[in-house]
């Protein structure tokens, strides 16, 4: 079963007597636990195409299946609801409230999901604060971090909810090299940690090879399907189920203190099943 199908997936924007075609008739599928990244030329439609995985936006034509369920006709209401339990975001900007500190930044999420306690969310708090390195810093605002404490705030944010997936939008395209690295192997650890699925834009090369899937599109169409076997990147062909692409099942490496996403897998109907 894939986490996430795109299916003949177009994305055509109105602007005055103009269409935009932002994606055209995108195919792709993968399976829990893989680090992807999305890589092309500016304009060639990565926000595009990882806001609609994340059902921020809607495709014109095509659809979108999580957990093999079709979300495409969901209601505005619906798919909020399934973000909320199912995807953490980062941006390339961190995105973070100035007016709340570091640790109520990372609470914010969690106010949307009533069944989590007042004081599940303060554990949760500090136990992503503390994933990210951050422990010390949970009362500071964002202007009183550097840009890669900030990026680490909206990791342990995008957490919080015990996400599915992570999609993140160039995370390190506001960062110095180094900086951007750092947050790069968090991320990668919590994915082998945790089994967090990761997809993430980008045009840093250095970034890409630290994927191990890599999407390439260009002018709004996947041009090629990267994976990495032995270290080494392999060219699969686009649209072929049995390429590998989609992912091996990742074995359990969650040990007793885990996030708990596992378990709390979404049913694709909106609601979280035993979180
Ligand atoms: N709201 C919109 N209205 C009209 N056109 C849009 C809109 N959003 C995106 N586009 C167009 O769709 C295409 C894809 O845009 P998108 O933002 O997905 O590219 P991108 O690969 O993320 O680029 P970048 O690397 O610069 O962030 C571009 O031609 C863009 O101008
Ligand atoms: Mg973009």
Known sequence: MSLVRVEGVTKQYQLGNQTVVALHDITLSFDEGVFLAIAG???????????????????????????????????ADALADLRARTTGFIFQSFNLFPVLTAAENVEYPLLNLPEISREERQQRVKKFLGVVGLERFADHKPNQLSGGQRQRVAIARALAI?????LA?????????????????????????????FIFSTHDRRVMAMADRLVRIEDGQVSSLGLKVNEKWKTVKPNNRDNGFQGEKHES????????????????GGHSGGR
């Open 41 to 75: 030329p500016s304009g060639s439609g990565k926000t595009t195409l990882l806001n609609i995985i994340g059902c921020i936006d809607t495709p014109t034509t095509g659809k979108i299946f999580i957990d093999d369920a079709d979300v495409t006709g969901r209601s």
């Open 253 to 268: 490496k969650v040990g007793p203190d885990d996030m708990g996403n596992h378990a709390g897998r979404n049913d694709g």
């Open 169 to 197: 939008d160039e995370p390190t395209a506001n960062l110095d090299r180094k900086t951007g690295e750092s947050i790069l192997s968090l991320m990668k650890d919590i994915n082998r940690h945790y089994g967090t699925t």
């Open 162 to 166: 015990k996400p599915r997936i992570v």
